[in-house]
Nanobody, 121 residues
Framework: QVQLVESGGGLVQAGGSLRVSCVASGSISSINTMAWDRQAPGKRREFVASISSGGTTTYADSLKGRFTISRDNAKNTVYLQMNSLKPEDTAVYYC???????????????WGQGTQVTVSS
């Protein structure tokens, strides 16, 4: 069984910083792309950032310069560093990963349960 577990969310004041983490665990052979999405109250889930196994990153245009995605392949962990946070960044942040389970040969997409980030004004 494979699990993605996010952590590090919380309450922060506008202008502050926060780093959320996501660890993939279980019978994993390899992990390809890891990514973060978010869903604000009453809004659709939206893409935040992604990172390939080789470290190539992609960001939502509106978040470039404030958010940084990184990963530690040895720890099966992806991070999202969020700076200069705004109230509109308030959302549940979800990580997801395209990974190959042990004994299989094709990638599948897995999601975590999310971590709440609240930015107060």
């Amino acid at each position: 069984q494979v699990q993605l577990v996010e952590s590090g969310g919380g309450l922060v004041q506008a202008g502050g910083s926060l780093r959320v983490s996501c660890v993939a665990s279980g019978s994993i052979s390899s992990i390809n792309t890891m990514a973060w999405d978010r869903q604000a109250p009453g809004k659709r889930r939206e893409f935040v950032a992604s990172i390939s196994s080789g470290g190539t990153t992609t960001y939502a245009d509106s978040l470039k310069g404030r958010f940084t995605i990184s990963r530690d392949n040895a720890k099966n962990t992806v991070y999202l560093q969020m700076n200069s946070l705004k109230p509109e960044d308030t959302a549940v942040y979800y990580c997801n990963a395209d990974l190959i389970r042990s004994g299989q040969y094709w990638p599948q997409n897995y999601w975590g349960q999310g971590t709440q980030v609240t930015v107060s004004s």
